[in-house]
């Protein structure tokens, strides 16, 4: 990205020269921010809800070193995949920000903003004869609404409302809220009755929230964030299977401040009354935290857990358990990763899973390893793999809890040398620490499992071309990087990326 001269940003924000016609470019930033450049210069800006061909005007609201952002005003000429946002809460919540652009032209954005990181971060030239061969086009989902497996909606006491409202008063408990957090706002909420992009039961369950939690009757109040007052906190959804029927089943959790049963008794009698409802589960946090994870949990009705199916096993899901929140293209997912390890099949082969959460990954690939160890930092989700490997009568898997942020030269002296690293970080990706171990370990194949093309970038460029200001070599050729839609309408990209050993 260009470097913006400061004496072009000072001139860009006096009193009027700020009012720019801005064009956006082909792109879109990670935050699904639109990459821009002024009409009559090469500078680069970002822009939240501009979109690919679309032209307006805008103002620099925020300049950060070599980039600024902008605030779109007015809309001159539309971009061209302009739809119909089917949500009507589209344009305020923010979490799908690509509504309004169609599903291709999302796909083509993605994808153009993975070759770009891999190109300018990983440093692999597109003018390379093997280029379109390692960088595969992107995968779609099939299913673009209904997919997420699991919400979280959060109590409030400060009700979001766009501009044209403001001029409501609200009295009581009118301004309490349940829905999502405004952008760019801690305390205040975006009241919701549905939500496209999880299952309709739990959308019925949402709306029979809605009508009842602000009853009087109940003495129900949502917590304050600054006050540190009152008792809902959040309401998570989790959609599961059952084995037997093939129907949904649900799980309800219902995040509080202090344990009072006999409070949440109405909307339990409400709740249960729906078919697919399987688990009303109370997590209390009585931290002034807002997270949505209780110190203590307890089971107000039926289960206290929901099953899911994924690349042929069954998975129990406790309220605070990871799992991919999207179950059907996870399915994809996983084929993608078992094709990448490319284990033979014969039992002979050693799998090291980094950041293995729950297993699930290790335990597809079990079937086809020798022995699969899998390191997680989070305890309950060690404990999770456990229980998953046993329900599913696998024995040859081994989970450790362990920060592989914090590893230290024991680290791999607990295992045999693998045959394939599978490597699924969190966004921030590998630490420098891990980056010298793998170099080191020299694995014949690592896959690289990213939800942030950034860092997955920037990794790639370590192990294949070392790093420079330490004097580490990189012993690594990138074979492929598949980028995958895991989530339509948002701007969320998966990769999976072979690499194979010099």
């Given at each position: 990205?260009?470097?913006?001269?400061?004496?072009?940003?000072?001139?860009?924000?006096?009193?009027?020269?700020?009012?720019?016609?801005?064009?956006?470019?082909?792109?879109?930033?990670?935050?699904?921010?639109?990459?821009?450049?002024?009409?009559?210069?090469?500078?680069?800006?970002?822009?939240?809800?501009?979109?690919?061909?679309?032209?307006?005007?805008?103002?620099?609201?925020?300049?950060?070193?070599?980039?600024?952002?902008?605030?779109?005003?007015?809309?001159?000429?539309?971009?061209?995949?302009?739809?119909?946002?089917?949500?009507?809460?589209?344009?305020?919540?923010?979490?799908?920000?690509?509504?309004?652009?169609?599903?291709?032209?999302?796909?083509?954005?993605?994808?153009?903003?993975?070759?770009?990181?891999?190109?300018?971060?990983?440093?692999?030239?597109?003018?390379?004869?093997?280029?379109?061969?390692?960088?595969?086009?992107?995968?779609?989902?099939?299913?673009?609404?209904?997919?997420?497996?699991?919400?979280?909606?959060?109590?409030?006491?400060?009700?979001?409302?766009?501009?044209?409202?403001?001029?409501?008063?609200?009295?009581?408990?009118?301004?309490?809220?349940?829905?999502?957090?405004?952008?760019?706002?801690?305390?205040?909420?975006?009241?919701?009755?549905?939500?496209?992009?999880?299952?309709?039961?739990?959308?019925?369950?949402?709306?029979?929230?809605?009508?009842?939690?602000?009853?009087?009757?109940?003495?129900?109040?949502?917590?304050?964030?600054?006050?540190?007052?009152?008792?809902?906190?959040?309401?998570?959804?989790?959609?599961?299977?059952?084995?037997?029927?093939?129907?949904?089943?649900?799980?309800?959790?219902?995040?509080?401040?202090?344990?009072?049963?006999?409070?949440?008794?109405?909307?339990?009698?409400?709740?249960?009354?729906?078919?697919?409802?399987?688990?009303?589960m109370n997590n209390v946090n009585t931290s002034?935290?807002?997270?949505?994870?209780?110190?203590?949990?307890?089971?107000?009705?039926?289960?206290?857990?929901?099953?899911?199916?994924?690349?042929?096993?069954?998975?129990?899901?406790?309220?605070?358990?990871?799992?991919?929140?999207?179950?059907?293209?996870?399915?994809?997912?996983?084929?993608?990763?078992?094709?990448?390890?490319?284990?033979?099949?014969?039992?002979?082969?050693?799998?090291?899973?980094?950041?293995?959460g729950t297993g699930t990954i290790g335990l597809?690939?079990?079937?086809?390893?020798?022995?699969?160890?899998?390191?997680?930092?989070?305890?309950?989700?060690?404990?999770?793999?456990?229980?998953?490997?046993?329900?599913?009568?696998?024995?040859?898997?081994?989970?450790?809890?362990?920060?592989?942020?914090?590893?230290?030269?024991?680290?791999?002296?607990?295992?045999?040398?693998?045959?394939?690293?599978?490597?699924?970080?969190?966004?921030?990706?590998?630490?420098?620490?891990?980056?010298?171990?793998?170099?080191?370990?020299?694995?014949?194949?690592?896959?690289?499992?990213?939800?942030?093309?950034?860092?997955?970038?920037?990794?790639?460029?370590?192990?294949?071309?070392?790093?420079?200001?330490?004097?580490?070599?990189?012993?690594?050729?990138?074979?492929?990087?598949?980028?995958?839609?895991?989530?339509?309408?948002?701007?969320?990209?998966?990769?999976?990326?072979?690499?194979?050993?010099?």
């Open positions: 990205m260009a470097t913006i001269p400061s004496h072009a940003l000072r001139h860009l924000t006096l009193t009027r020269p700020w009012l720019r016609k801005i064009r956006c470019t082909t792109s879109l930033a990670f935050s699904s921010k639109g990459v821009c450049k002024v009409a009559d210069s090469g500078f680069v800006l970002l822009c939240d809800n501009a979109l690919p061909g679309e032209r307006f005007i805008g103002r620099v609201s925020r300049k950060k070193g070599s980039y600024a952002e902008v605030t779109k005003l007015k809309t001159l000429s539309p971009h061209r995949d302009l739809v119909d946002a089917p949500c009507e809460y589209a344009s305020y919540c923010g979490g799908c920000k690509t509504q309004n652009l169609s599903y291709e032209a999302q796909l083509r954005a993605k994808e153009q903003q993975v070759r770009e990181l891999v190109i300018h971060v990983g440093k692999l030239s597109d003018k390379n004869s093997d280029f379109e061969c390692i960088m595969k086009p992107i995968v779609p989902c099939d299913v673009q609404f209904h997919y997420r497996n699991k919400m979280e909606f959060s109590f409030g006491s400060q009700k979001w409302l766009p501009k044209e409202l403001l001029h409501e008063k609200l009295d009581g408990n009118d301004n309490y809220a349940l829905g999502l957090h405004a952008p760019g706002y801690f305390d205040k909420i975006l009241n919701v009755d549905k939500c496209l992009l999880q299952s309709e039961p739990a959308n019925k369950i949402l709306a029979t929230v809605q009508d009842n939690w602000k009853d009087p009757e109940l003495g129900l109040s949502p917590y304050n964030v600054h006050s540190h007052t009152g008792f809902l906190k959040h309401l998570v959804l989790r959609t599961g299977r059952n084995m037997k029927t093939d129907l949904p089943e649900l799980m309800v959790n219902f995040v509080t401040s202090s344990y009072k049963p006999e409070m949440l008794k109405p909307l339990v009698e409400k709740i249960s009354a729906i078919p697919e409802v399987v688990s009303i002034v935290g807002n997270t949505s994870v209780g110190e203590e949990e307890y089971t107000l009705y039926g289960k206290s857990t929901i099953t899911e199916s994924l690349r042929g096993l069954t998975f129990q899901i406790s309220a605070n358990s990871f799992f991919q929140t999207n179950t059907h293209q996870a399915e994809v997912l996983y084929k993608l990763i078992e094709d990448c390890a490319g284990l033979r099949g014969d039992a002979s082969e050693i799998v090291l899973d980094l950041f293995c597809t690939l079990a079937k086809k390893a020798k022995h699969v160890y899998g390191y997680e930092v989070i305890a309950q989700a060690v404990a999770d793999a456990h229980r998953n490997a046993k329900l599913n009568g696998i024995s040859n898997t081994t989970f450790v809890q362990g920060d592989l942020n914090k590893i230290d030269e024991n680290f791999g002296k607990h295992f045999p040398k693998p045959d394939i690293v599978i490597s699924d970080p969190n966004r921030p990706g590998m630490h420098m620490k891990l980056i010298k171990f793998l170099l080191k370990l020299k694995a014949p194949k690592i896959v690289y499992v990213s939800c942030n093309p950034a860092t997955c970038a920037r990794d790639i460029d370590y192990l294949c071309h070392g790093v420079m200001e330490q004097n580490i070599k990189g012993c690594y050729k990138l074979k492929s990087i598949q980028p995958v839609d895991m989530f339509p309408h948002t701007p969320h990209i998966e990769c999976v990326c072979l690499l194979e050993l010099c």
